[in-house]
């Protein structure tokens, strides 16, 4: 079965790193880009970037400072990482395939002390 | 960025009511603009990509039409089980942006 699960910390301290995992299964990672999408409650969805088929990555200028995207194919999985939280990071994050046809239902993230 | 502006923001409804949403984007974007339904707690299901292309399993009444600038989805006629957030996404240019969303709600 084809699905995408987002998996992460539910709670960062502020200054500190976000790491969310994206675990794939029924396809290869080799095969499609993979997406990463988040939902605040102060900009709604917002775009961060992707990693395509081949590895290398896009990234939204808006997060492209403090983002990083990287997967290990052996394990299908696609991480994304992001330092310097504030609490305007607070959302929920999503993973999602290639043309945007399949998404993970997303991981709740809450930046606080 | 490309700016889309959703709306409208709230719609209210009754089953078997034809509905209209609309995203304007701030330039052309080629027709790459995908429609999505979100109901809460769940992932974003696709129901149309490239402007007017229905993804494989949704129903018929669900159409999406537009070009240029100005996009349109299309419920022909509401089900119990569409009443949800609707948004839309642009895929044309970096970096891909997305309306802010409309509520569909039961009148």
């Known amino acids: 079965q084809v699905q995408l699960k987002e998996t992460g ?4 301290q502020p ?3 976000l790491s969310i995992t994206c675990t794939v ?4 990672l080799t095969s499609y880009y993979m997406q990463w ?7 709604g969805l917002e775009w961060m970037g992707f990693i395509r088929s081949g590895g290398s990555t896009e990234y939204n200028s808006e997060f492209k400072s403090r983002l990083s995207i990287s997967r290990d194919t ?6 994304l990482k992001m330092n310097s939280l504030k609490t305007e990071d607070t959302g929920v994050y999503y993973c999602a395939r290639a043309n945007w046809e399949l998404w993970g239902q997303g991981v709740m993230v809450t930046v606080s002390s | 960025d490309i700016q889309m ?7 209210s409804a009754s089953v078997g009511d034809r509905v209209t949403i609309n995203c304007k984007a701030s330039q052309n974007i080629n027709k790459y603009l995908n429609w999505y339904q979100q109901k809460l707690g769940e992932a974003p299901k696709r129901l149309i990509y490239n402007t007017n292309n229905l993804q494989t399993g949704i129903p018929s009444r669900f159409s999406g039409s537009g070009s240029g600038t100005d996009y349109t989805l299309t419920i022909s006629s509401l089900q119990p089980e569409d009443f949800a957030t609707y948004f839309c996404l642009q895929h044309n240019s970096f970096p891909f942006t997305f309306g802010s969303g409309t509520k ?3 009148k």
């Open chain 1, 25 to 28: 299964s029924g396809f290869s």
């Open chain 1, 9 to 12: 910390p539910g709670l960062v």
């Open chain 2, 104 to 106: 569909l709600e039961i």
């Open chain 1, 15 to 17: 200054t500190q790193t």
């Open chain 2, 5 to 11: 502006t959703q709306s409208p923001s709230f719609l």
């Open chain 1, 74 to 79: 052996s394990k299908n999985q696609v991480f």
């Open chain 1, 37 to 43: 999408v988040r939902q605040t409650p102060g900009k």
